[in-house]
């Protein structure tokens, strides 16, 4: 277990509202990333982080912001929730640094009405 | 770009025997390869981490192979179980990334193993 806690679990919206998703970690890993995962699409990455204040884009990041101000946290933003970001949505870490292996939160699954 | 291909896509096998998961991909620049599992409603558990350089990796009852040259990736399982019943995903990580982990996902394969 990495101690990775994503958080809401669940949460239902409407189209042109904010909102952020929260991905906790308690073992200060460096490399934390933001996926998403849709039925004949597989997981995307969103956005990653390599360090506090160091973030940087992946294959699907329109409409997505990112920060990390601690170590221990990544915030995932939609400024303006659209229908097609409704999907499941992973966090993910390195344990031990790049290229090591991916583990990940159990996901947060939104609905954007 | 790297596109990932997981066949079969589904597969039901009876308790007991042994299988093979495929995973092909297009750029073999890649620095290792991942599998992992994934159960209905769950995140993704890593199984096996296997480097460019080597040619298998084991892990109890799950045995991974890695082919670069050719693009081609296998997760061999021996005497399945009804516990092993998931969605399996197989995920090459290029040789450069520039500062983070940009995995390609296929789409996996869903496996049944039926008592």
């Known amino acids: 277990d990495a101690g990775i806690t994503q958080s809401p679990r669940h949460k239902v919206t409407e189209t042109g509202t904010p909102v952020t998703l929260r991905c906790h970690q308690t073992?200060?890993?460096?490399?934390m990333y933001w996926y998403r995962q849709d039925p004949g699409h597989g997981l995307r990455l969103i956005h990653y982080s390599y360090g506090v204040k160091d973030t940087d884009k992946g294959e699907v990041s329109d409409g997505y912001s990112v920060s990390r101000s601690k170590t221990e946290d990544f915030l995932l933003t939609l400024e303006s929730a659209t229908s097609s970001q409704t999907s499941v949505y992973f966090c993910a870490i390195s344990e031990g640094g790049l290229y090591e292996k991916l583990f990940f939160g159990s996901g947060t699954q939104l609905s954007v009405l | 770009k790297q596109e990932v291909t997981q066949i079969p896509a589904a597969l039901s096998v009876p308790e007991g025997e042994n299988l093979v998961l495929n995973c092909s991909f297009t750029?073999?620049?890649?620095?290792?390869l991942q599998w992992f599992r994934q159960d209905p409603g769950k995140g993704l558990t890593s199984l096996l981490l296997?480097?460019?350089?080597?040619r298998e990796q084991t892990s109890g009852r799950l045995n991974a192979s890695l082919d670069k040259s050719s693009g081609r990736s296998t997760l061999y399982i021996a005497a399945s179980q009804p516990g092993d019943s998931a969605t399996y995903l197989c995920a090459p990580t290029p040789g450069l990334t520039g500062g983070g982990n940009k995995l390609t996902f296929g789409t996996g394969t869903q496996l049944k193993v039926e008592l």
């Open positions: 073992e200060n890993h460096r490399y």
């Open positions: 296997i480097q460019s350089s080597q």
């Open positions: 750029d073999s620049a890649i620095y290792n």
